[in-house]
């Protein structure tokens, strides 16, 4: 991908908090911060990688998240469960282990990935913060049969990648926040980039 591509969000990111820096503003937290949070999450997939791999080039996850702040630094731990359509099933025969009942089934996309990631934040106000991260992201994708033991399954070729995430977090009260972050992968290995919606609440 081109390097100035993936520097836009950051720099949106850096606009849009452009208004909000001629007033004063508030001072890092001394002490450290942490939160818990659930996120939605979708996913952009490079076309020929999806092609190749029958799968479609977009899709949504749930998950959850935990996050850091002391002063400048922040970090952010989180897994996702993903749900892709599958452009290219396959049908298995399977059997109950406990009623004997046989059916066909079609295979699905079982989609997860867990993240790690860690940089710099700004707080732009008492209500308001926002910074840029970098980190990794592990990714298992593969088509199989679900809640099947010993069926056929295929590996989906997205590998685990390289980030730099821009984000922005809203503070609705002490405790309870929202935050909007970019993740743009650098290594051109399947995915594009995710967009993040999640909601936190402070310890």
Same mark, same amino acid.
């Given at each position: 991908?081109?390097?100035? +591509?993936?520097?836009? /969000? *950051? ?6 908090? &452009? /208004?909000?820096?001629?007033? /004063?503003a508030a001072d890092a937290p001394a002490a450290y911060q942490g939160s818990? %949070?659930?996120? @939605? ?12 791999? @029958?799968? *479609?080039?977009?899709?949504? %996850? ?5 996050? @850091?702040? +002391?002063?400048?630094?922040?970090? !952010?731990? $989180? $897994?996702?469960?993903?749900?892709? =359509? =599958? ?19 079609? !295979? !699905?996309?079982?989609? @997860?990935?867990?993240?790690?990631? %860690? $940089?710099?934040?700004? #707080?732009? #106000?008492?209500?308001?913060?926002? &910074? ?18 010993d069926c056929y399954s295929e590996d989906i070729s997205i590998e685990s990648?390289?980030?730099?995430? /821009?984000?922005a977090r809203f503070l609705f009260t002490d405790r309870v926040l929202g935050?909007?972050?970019?993740? !743009?992968?650098? %290594?051109?290995? $399947? ?13």
């Amino acid at each position: 991908m081109n390097v100035n +591509k993936k520097l836009i /969000p *950051a720099l949106l990111c850096l606009g849009c908090a &452009g /208004p909000l820096a001629a007033q /004063p503003a508030a001072d890092a937290p001394a002490a450290y911060q942490g939160s818990w %949070g659930f996120h @939605g999450e979708t996913i952009s997939i490079d076309a020929d990688a999806a092609l190749l791999n @029958g799968i *479609a080039d977009s899709g949504f %996850g749930i998950g959850a998240s935990y996050a @850091g702040r +002391k002063g400048l630094f922040n970090f !952010s731990v $989180g $897994g996702t469960i993903f749900f892709i =359509d =599958d452009k290219d099933e396959f049908s298995q025969d399977v059997e109950n282990i406990v009623t004997g009942d046989q059916r066909t089934q079609d !295979s !699905s996309i079982d989609a @997860g990935s867990l993240y790690i990631d %860690g $940089g710099l934040v700004h #707080s732009f #106000s008492d209500r308001f913060e926002a &910074g840029v991260n970098v980190g990794y992201r592990y990714f298992d994708i593969d088509r199989t049969i679900t809640s099947c033991t010993d069926c056929y399954s295929e590996d989906i070729s997205i590998e685990s990648d390289s980030y730099i995430k /821009p984000f922005a977090r809203f503070l609705f009260t002490d405790r309870v926040l929202g935050s909007l972050a970019y993740y !743009s992968y650098n %290594g051109d290995k $399947g995915v594009e980039s995710t967009l993040q919606f999640s909601a936190e609440v402070r310890m």
